[in-house]
């Protein structure tokens, strides 16, 4: 079972960009890995995924904007977050995926506004 810890969250002006990290707790190298988030009121919503041959899919309204990447000699997964906008505000949570199994981070916060 792997554990997951994400960082990287914040407030950042509209336009600005972030970087999250995920770090797990083990080998990251067998899993898919991803990315999604949920505002206040929502649903948690995909934004982005890694297979573990590196094809990536992302959701429509973060395409051209977000890209998820691994470092598996770090155990680290990130999502590169470009040209951000108030409705990108949400509580983002890493995923990993193997075997039918999902596991989960806590969660970072991430807040853009004026």
């Known amino acids: 079972q792997v554990q997951l810890v994400e960082s990287g969250g914040g407030l950042v002006q509209p336009g600005g960009s972030l970087r999250l990290s995920c770090a797990a707790s083990?080998?990251?190298?067998?899993?898919?890995m991803g990315w999604y988030r949920q505002a206040p009121g929502n649903q948690r919503e995909l934004v982005a995924t890694?297979?573990?041959?590196?094809?990536?899919t992302q959701a429509d309204f973060v395409k051209g904007r977000f890209t998820i990447s691994r470092e598996s000699t770090k155990n680290t997964v990130y999502l590169h977050m470009n040209s951000l906008k108030p409705e990108d505000t949400a509580v983002y949570y890493c995923?990993?995926?193997?075997?039918?199994?999902?596991?989960w981070g806590q969660g970072t916060q991430v807040t853009v506004s004026s």
């Open positions: 083990g080998s990251i190298r067998l899993y898919s």
């Open positions: 995923n990993a995926f193997m075997q039918q199994k999902h596991y």
């Open positions: 890694q297979t573990t041959f590196g094809s990536t």
